[in-house]
């Protein structure tokens, strides 16, 4: 049970770090060539940050999608291990070992599809865009 736990937990966290973030693609128009690649990741970490002030936030709520499939997963396996488990005469086991495959089940169905809508939210890449754009950049798109 003990090895369950921590292949878990560091499944949560090695797909958690994968989340890398994703960034405007800027155009080397004349103004990106006249500050330089250092200046223009000032500026993007400042929109970005001027966008989470204003209440666009990067990422909306997909912690709590895997939480919330996680303990729906738990729910339901212990409900039906409960009945599996009555059946054979052993209720209380078999919402325990339901449980946990169920979580476990929930857990990695979060974090195997959650990882396929990686692109933030529109507002918040619209506010960044908008504020790049006013600083004389070109934003081709998102990656």
């Known amino acids: 049970m003990k090895i369950l736990m921590a292949l878990l937990i560091s499944l ?12 405007p ?3 080397p128009n004349s103004h990106f060539l006249s ?10 970490e400042a929109c ?9 936030r990067e990422n909306t709520g997909q912690l709590g999608n895997v939480a ?5 997963g738990a729910g339901v396996g212990a409900a039906s291990g409960a009945v599996g488990g009555a059946i054979y005469g052993a209720a209380g086991r078999g919402s325990l070992i339901g449980a946990a495959s169920g979580a476990t089940a929930g857990l990695l169905r979060s974090l195997l599809f959650s990882s396929r809508s990686s692109k933030p939210n529109h507002a918040y890449i619209n506010f960044v865009s908008r504020c790049l754009q006013e ?9």
């Open 25 to 27: 693609v800027v155009y």
């Open 12 to 23: 949560v966290f090695m797909s958690l770090s994968a989340c890398s973030a994703t960034g």
């Open 48 to 56: 970005r940050q001027l966008a989470e002030s204003a209440g666009a």
């Open 35 to 44: 500050v330089g690649k250092q200046v223009a990741e000032q500026d993007i």
């Open 68 to 72: 919330t499939n996680t303990a729906m």
């Open 135 to 143: 600083k004389g950049y070109e934003i081709t798109g998102w990656q």
